[in-house]
T-cell receptor, first 116, second 113 residues
Framework: DTEVTQTPKHLVMGMTNKKSLKCEQHMGHRAMYWYKQKAKKPPELMFVYSYEKLSINESVPSRFSPECPNSSLLNLHLHALQPEDSALYLC???????????????FGPGTRLTVL | GQNIDQPTEMTATEGAIVQINCTYQTSGFNGLFWYQQHAGEAPTFLSYNVLDGLEEKGRFSSFLSRSKGYSYLLLKELQMKDSASYLCAVRENSGAGSYQLTFGKGTKLSVIP
């Protein structure tokens, strides 16, 4: 099973709303990632968690708040977003760093977010 | 930081062979990945190279030359469903036992009958 699931598939929110994106994997991966992808652009790394601890924050604004409650789940809490934050938000997972093998990242289907 | 270059668009004929090139500059190279992404969908993993040479997986092959900072993805016996964007991504050591994956801008491949 190489499936990463994300909910919801689509989300429309106002600038004053608070919402959360969820990601789940059951591959035993200990590294999980959030990416943001705008139309016709490559994915941009936002956050990386390794062993449930935040390892990389790519200077993401504080209106995006990640959380990793356990080794299978990754959340992205959204608050006071701007219209320019509208994008496809992708979650990915891989074996943790330092393990042998390709450490291939497997992506979920994404959440398409629209901020009004 | 790193600089990853790949052609923006390519067109090829069904049944033919196409080669998509990727060049990169990085200070802490730790592997190169190719992903396929259909419009509106998530990227899916195609191949991985960390050592020089050719990796073959069915109709897809990927080549790496670390000394030249160069890779290519070779697609054989093209099918219409191969029309997609192909993303070259370089993994770089970012210190403290961690790494990050940076994507090129992608090559949009159109397969025509």
């Amino acid at each position: 099973d190489t499936e990463v699931t994300q909910t919801p598939k689509h989300l429309v929110m106002g600038m004053t709303n608070k919402k959360s994106l969820k990601c789940e994997q059951h591959m035993g991966h200990r590294a999980m990632y959030w990416y943001k992808q705008k139309a016709k652009k490559p994915p941009e790394l936002m956050f990386v968690y390794s062993y449930e601890k935040l390892s990389i924050n790519e200077s993401v604004p504080s209106r995006f708040s990640p959380e990793c409650p356990n080794s299978s789940l990754l959340n992205l809490h959204l608050h006071a977003l701007q219209p320019e934050d509208s994008a496809l938000y992708l979650c990915a997972s891989s074996q943790a760093w330092g393990t042998s093998g390709s450490d291939t990242q497997y992506f979920g289907p994404g959440t398409r977010l629209t901020v009004l | 930081g790193q600089n990853i270059d790949q052609p923006t668009e390519m067109t090829a004929t069904e049944g033919a062979i196409v080669q998509i090139n990727c060049t990169y500059q990085t200070s802490g190279f730790n592997g190169l990945f190719w992903y396929q992404q259909h419009a509106g969908e998530a990227p899916t993993f195609l191949s991985y190279n960390v050592l020089d040479g050719l990796e073959e997986k069915g109709r897809f092959s990927s080549f790496l030359s670390r000394s030249k900072g160069y890779s290519y993805l070779l697609l054989k016996e093209l099918q219409m469903k191969d029309s997609a964007s192909y993303l070259c991504a370089v993994r770089e050591n970012s210190g403290a036992g961690s790494y990050q994956l940076t994507f090129g801008k992608g090559t949009k491949l159109s397969v025509i009958p």
